[in-house]
């Protein structure tokens, strides 16, 4: 009889993800967590994979438990039993470090990028070969034939250094994560340590002048926008349909590319999926093809139309990444107005990058500032408010509530962009029920 994996906390993106991929390769799979709704529980629910009630009657004798990373015996009764029964368990990385030695594995790590890079990087092997893979928004494919394996690799509480892949990405370094890293250098020194355990080949942002510190045991191809890197992006047109660039290698162009997302930071993800796949032999032509039907990821830029009003939903909870959001909806409508929806994440990361939020935030025509998002991880709140960066914000900005999103309507022929990583989509439903009501009443 094959054993059963259980999953505590299996809404969590990345154990969502490791559970919809075990299942597909034929393990039994199931998993426990809180009652409240989580995007990732549709693909789970789909699957048929079981979801309970934590309870320590869950566990039982002979089952591999994975346990979330934000649960701890003494905020959890399954964990807890575990510990005080002497039942083994791992922790998601430790779990993953050792499965992905049976596949050749492509790891992608960076500040920012990191699920949508994955996600491109999955979906163009996939399309080529046999592969299993794991993408930070919840979203995993197993096979059980599968010789190659993609995975989003996190550097928070250097998660990281269980893996040891072939090959792999790291998109950009930045300080982030205050309540666990010091600042850049500790950050720094996570990448750096982590980049020493890539076997085969590291491709690293040419142009960010952290990343070109970095050593490696493997040798390092830089990609980027500039002369001086081993692989670079040229002949950039940016529409509003995507971006077409081609990329050269030691003088030569080894191919032209099309990719259907928005933005700089994306030509940079596809050239690093390119830089790495085309070291690792894949065909140009078929990396060429399959490029052209990426979808996107989820909460990545995911755009949807009430009522003939556009609304995306982004994940972006760092100064960068809301830039880069910023970029990419100028570049897809670029006559239209950018209202920005944002919800700080995090007491810590607020105080710590207060200025950043502010310079970023003012690259949007309009701002709506959502009260803070306070993690679970967080126990002291600090001394912030929302309306300490509202103050900061040069554009025109309003601090909002769920329950009273109507100042949003103030805004002709715009686009709304809401981005965080806490319960956002909260507002965004709010905002999507006032405009339904709006139209039936007009009608």
């Known amino acids: 009889m094959s054993k059963t994996y259980h999953f505590i906390g299996i809404k969590g993106s990345g154990m969502s993800a490791l559970a919809l991929m075990l299942h597909q390769m034929g393990h039994k799979v199931q998993g426990s967590d809180v009652e409240k709704y989580y995007f990732t529980q549709r693909g789970l629910e789909q699957a048929g994979i079981e979801v309970k009630a934590f309870s320590p009657d869950n566990i039982s004798e002979g089952m591999e438990i994975i346990a979330g990373n934000a649960f701890r ?10 510990i005080q029964n002497k039942i083994p368990f791992k922790r998601y990385h430790e ?11 492509f790891g992608v790590a960076g500040a920012h990028g990191k699920t949508s890079t994955t996600g491109l990087l999955s979906h163009v092997m996939k399309n080529i070969t046999d592969t299993s893979y794991l993408i930070g928004d919840g979203t995993g494919r197993g096979s059980a034939n599968a010789q190659y394996f993609v995975f989003e690799s996190d550097e928070y509480e250097r998660h990281f250094m269980p893996y040891h892949p072939e090959y792999s990405i790291i998109t950009n370094i930045d300080f982030d994560h205050p309540d666990y890293f010091t600042g850049l250098e500790d950050v720094f020194n996570a990448f750096n340590e982590y980049a020493k355990q890539v076997k085969k080949a590291l491709f690293v942002y040419g142009e960010d002048p952290k990343l070109r510190q970095i050593k490696a045991n493997a040798p390092i191809y830089y990609y980027g926008f500039e002369e001086g890197n081993d692989f670079i992006a040229a002949d950039i047109t940016r529409t509003i349909n995507g971006s077409d660039f081609n990329v050269k290698h030691e003088g030569q162009i080894i191919g032209s590319f099309h990719v259907p997302a928005y933005g700089r930071h994306n030509i940079l993800n596809a050239t690093a999926v390119i830089a790495n796949l085309y070291t690792a032999g894949i065909d140009m032509k078929l990396v060429a093809e399959h490029m052209k039907t990426f979808a996107g990821v989820k909460r ?30 100028r570049q897809k409508y670029p006559s239209k107005e950018i209202v920005a929806i944002f919800q700080p994440h995090t ?4 105080i710590a990058l207060l200025d950043e939020f502010a310079q970023a935030l003012n690259e949007a025509d309009s701002v709506y500032l959502a009260q803070i998002y306070g993690s679970a991880r967080e126990v002291d709140h600090g001394d912030v408010k929302v309306e300490d960066l ?3 914000i040069i554009k ?48």
């Open 73 to 82: 015996e003494d905020n959890n009764e399954e964990l807890a039993f575990a």
């Open 95 to 105: 779990f993953l470090g050792d499965f992905m030695k049976q596949f050749t594995s």
């Open 300 to 329: 990545r830029f995911t755009e949807k139309i009430i009522n003939e009003t556009i609304i995306i939903d982004d994940f972006a909870h760092h100064p960068t990444e809301i830039m880069a959001t910023i970029d990419a909806a």
């Open 347 to 350: 007491f810590t990361r607020t």
């Open 390 to 392: 509202k103050e900061k």
């Open 396 to 443: 025109s900005s309003k601090v909002i509530t769920v329950e009273n999103v109507s100042p949003l309507l103030d805004h002709e022929d715009a686009v709304y962009v809401f981005m965080g990583a806490g319960d956002i989509q909260l507002y965004e439903r709010s905002f999507e029920e006032l405009l339904a009501n709006l139209t039936k009443n007009n009608q």
